[in-house]
């Protein structure tokens, strides 16, 4: 699936800001055999901040901007051409869980997407003794890796209930799990907390969302999302496989990943410092418009 991907997102300030910096997470990423970048830019408006573009640890592309002079509105505006390539056939060659850690130590890696990044506690991810006796009780013994991820995606859709009110960013994971509510964000974590305590290393996934209006009802422009979803490591043969326990399914080309990490703290889209006395308000839009191919 070929896709434009048009983003802004941004902040309007109750007074002028004197400065700020702002690291920013929102050019998606290129992933062999899965995702391709034909053309990305990324535009910071006011036109007078400063800018250095690297990547992160895990391989995220990432943008610092500072701006010195007061404003009292700042956006970041994404025009990106993405092409999401079909997932290849899920072929479930993957151990038991109780065998997953002999796989783990065979990996003779500590790259970005080795397993061992992903599978201790992380800053928003500690471990929790009701959320290990739950997804235990999911686990049923003759379970592969892959069948217990498939499980633990559909218990947490069917037993979490999706409330924007309920949550914040900030909201701990043991706090949406004991109240079974939250958003994309919290379903994630809540997933990669049960994944780990199993010993089922799991990464957060942050990206954008290709939605479907109601039947009948034109598409609104700005409607698509940003998203969160989970990626599991399913031993040497299955590997990577993600999940999106929100919508209970296995990732499509639906989705176009932007970025992973341990949780939300590593793939934070926009993260800032400002020299503010007044309030802020966030703004956002995302389109996801299907191309059709010459």
Known sequence: M???????????????????????????????????????????????????????????????????????????????????????????????PAALAEEIAAVASLAPDAPHHFLSPSPRIAPLPALRDWARAIAVRGMTTLETVTAINAAIHDGMRYDPSATTVDTPMAEAFAARHGVCQDFSHVMIGALRELGIPAAYVSGFLRTEPPPGQPRLEGADAMHAWVSAWCGAEAGWVDFDPTNRLVVSQDHVTVARGRDYSDVAPVRGVLRIAGSQHLHQSVDLIPVTKP
């Open 2 to 96: 070929l896709y434009d991907v048009r983003m802004t997102i941004g902040y309007a300030y109750g007074g002028p800001v004197s400065g700020g910096r702002h690291l920013l997470r929102l050019v998606p990423a290129a992933i062999p055999g899965r995702q391709r970048i034909i053309a990305a830019g990324l535009e910071v408006r006011p036109g007078e901040a400063a800018r250095s573009d690297g990547s992160d640890f895990f391989g995220n592309a990432t943008c610092a901007v500072t701006i010195a002079i007061p404003h009292d509105r700042i956006d970041f505006v994404l025009r990106a051409r993405v092409e999401r390539l079909p997932a290849p056939a899920l072929f479930d060659g993957s151990p038991a």
